[in-house]
């Protein structure tokens, strides 16, 4: 009896720890036709989705997580191969044998087993509708002639989750195939130098495609208020600040 007892105390420790592991990180809850959508922000360029029951993972990166402490995941998307967006210890957390990865041909030569996804490609995984828009630098180089993200490498991802599309841009550039998106209802875009976006290209991109609500994510230094000056005569895109450095 004692011993069933502790057993029924150290799970509902471990339970409580892993709710306060949640609870460190902000989130905001989006209201869809199919159920509540919880967004938590786990930083950088990582976020984490509850909706349906099922978990989505975006970019885990271990740097910025437990992820012991964190629900495994029902489906994984990766925008590239960088190691602060495809970090192999966070996905050794995660992953179950039933986990779905989405990623790029270049994240696939790390990680086996997952659902390769190319520029331009629509899947639907899950129920949910996942469209893989390009992510490349135009301006913003490693050396003469190469990107930082050479364009066909990476993805930006639109998930569609009942009513709502959310954009994650993974690491990009205010590029076209951006500035041509519709019906975008929640857009992360990346805002940190030299490797992505000035807070005057972010701003460019969303006037363009204009998201009903913009999050700065992925910004490092940048200081995000200066996108929000910059924003100041576009009420239509509404801007929420998070802890995304």
Do not use: W
Not at 26 to 42: M, N, R, W, Y
Not at 75 to 101: P, V, Y
Not at 122 to 150: C, M, Q, W
């Amino acid at each position: 009896m004692l011993k069933s007892v502790l057993l029924i105390v150290l799970f509902g420790i471990a339970i409580e720890t892993g709710v306060r592991a949640q609870k460190n990180y902000e989130t905001d809850i989006v209201k869809t036709a199919k159920g509540d959508l919880e967004i938590a922000f786990i930083g950088h360029g990582t976020v984490m989705f509850t909706f349906g029951g099922k978990v989505i993972h975006v970019d885990p990166f271990s740097r910025l997580a437990d992820y012991s402490k964190l629900p495994q995941a029902d489906l994984i998307l990766l925008t590239h191969e960088h190691g602060d967006h495809l970090d192999l210890k966070a996905l050794e957390s995660l992953r179950t044998e039933k986990t779905k990865i989405i990623l790029t041909e270049n994240c696939a030569q790390q990680v086996k087993g997952g659902i390769i996804m190319r520029n331009g490609e629509v899947k639907t995984i899950d129920g949910l509708t996942i469209e893989a828009v390009p992510a490349y630098n135009l301006v913003h180089l490693r050396s003469e002639g190469v990107a930082f993200h050479p364009k066909g490498n990476g993805n930006g991802y639109v998930i569609t989750f009942g009513d709502k599309r959310i954009y994650l841009a993974g690491d990009t550039e205010n590029i076209p195939e951006m500035k041509n998106l519709k019906n975008i209802d929640y857009a992360f875009l990346p805002m940190n130098l030299p490797y992505t976006m000035t807070p005057e290209m972010v701003a460019d991109a969303a006037k363009a495609f204009k998201p009903k609500v913009l999050y700065p994510y992925h910004y490092g230094e940048t200081d995000p208020v200066k996108l929000v000056e910059l924003m100041k005569d576009t009420p239509d895109v509404e801007i929420r600040i998070r802890k995304m450095q």
